[in-house]
């Protein structure tokens, strides 16, 4: 469990009309496959398939007896091709500009396929992960059960686009462009109110102030652990998500989506708006049932789903109680 294993896949051929071979890498964890109900995460735009263990992203959401408890779930998770997780430089992605969102959810149905998986309890994924997820579903509309985007979007938006673009030119023309790059992100995953709290504006010296180490701190960190090439396959895939590209309106697209939709939303949210979830809610309701809406409540903006782990837990925890059997037959529920 846990092992980084590939799926070897050959002309593939991007939205682009470019083709490809990629070795699609991936980690499961929990039970082993097919032998319980399967979960996807989707990982965020510097994560990996590392869920949980020794460095995982997510251990307070997923392991032995939490929300998502891996005593009754499979957890499968596939690695963005060109993330750079498994540092081999044949997998990274030098072409960013040939892929989009929608290309990354083809890669993962088809790995699907290849694991002979016909049928996903659950997709869950923050951020780009979460646009992948909708991605995934308005490919495959059959294939999921539940469909939970946490902190993001079925589109990105003009604003989400427009610090994308600010994001590549910084990744292409700084003489430290993971380390700006990632500063620059940091203003938009959190809020003022955010850092406010956090530093009060205290100096850590007569010239620097709290804020600013902060930002040197992650700036450096994702140098010392990231990949250029990586970072910019990463921020393209998240200003090309778009369920309706080529398809239709939303309500065309996401209306054919079988799964329960359980759009988890952050009232703070400066990257993905909380309004624009709401509006694609009261939309998407007029034509399907089954679809929800929970927003949480932070001051942290759009890092809240790697911090209210709380309030996320309490709208998950529904959703992750299912039914076992067990030898003799009977059912007996399972948090």
């Known amino acids: 469990m846990g092992k980084l294993n590939y799926i070897h896949i050959s002309d593939f051929n991007t939205e682009s009309g470019k083709t490809y071979t990629i070795n699609l890498s991936y980690q499961t964890f929990g039970k082993v496959l097919h032998s319980a109900p399967i979960v996807l995460v989707n990982h965020a735009l510097t994560a990996n398939s590392n869920i949980i263990g020794k460095h995982g992203w997510w ?16 957890i499968l998770a596939f690695n963005i091709p060109g993330n750079g997780y498994d ?39 923050g951020s780009v992960g979460g646009g992948i997820a909708w991605e995934l579903a308005a490919l495959k509309p059959h294939l999921i059960e539940h469909l939970i ?4 979007d079925w589109k990105s938006t003009d604003w989400l686009i427009a610090n994308c673009h ?18 620059h992100a940091m203003t938009l995953y959190r809020t003022p109110e955010s850092l406010k709290q956090k530093f009060e504006r205290t100096k850590r010296s007569n010239d620097l102030f709290n804020i600013e180490s902060w930002l040197n701190y992650h700036g450096n960190t994702l140098t010392n652990r990231f990949n250029l090439s990586a970072y910019k396959m990463m921020n393209q895939i998240l200003r090309t998500i778009d369920i309706t590209a ?11 989506i079988e799964s329960d ?9 400066l990257f993905f708006k909380a309004e624009e979830n ?9 034509r399907k049932e089954n679809v929800n809406i929970h927003e949480i409540k932070s001051i942290h903006g759009h890092d809240a789903f790697l911090i ?3 309030q996320l837990e309490r709208f998950l925890k529904p959703i992750f109680k299912i039914k076992v059997k067990t030898s003799e037959n009977s059912d007996k529920q399972v948090a």
């Open 308 to 310: 209210e782990f709380d």
């Open 278 to 286: 709401w509006n694609s809610f009261v939309e998407l309701k007029s």
């Open 246 to 256: 080529g398809r239709g309106d939303f309500l065309d697209v996401a209306s054919k």
């Open 166 to 183: 600010i994001q590549d030119a910084i990744l292409n023309h700084s003489s430290d462009p993971l380390a700006d790059a990632r500063m």
């Open 87 to 125: 540092t081999k430089a044949e997998n990274l992605i030098e072409n960013y500009k040939d892929f989009t969102a929608r290309d990354i959810a083809k890669l993962f149905a088809l790995g699907l396929e290849q694991l002979r998986i016909e049928q996903l309890f659950a997709v869950i994924g």
């Open 59 to 74: 251990n307070d959401l997923i392991g032995p007896k939490k929300c998502i408890d891996t005593d009754s779930y499979t």
């Open 261 to 269: 939709i359980h759009i988890i939303t952050i009232n703070s949210d």
């Open 149 to 152: 985007p946490i902190a993001t």
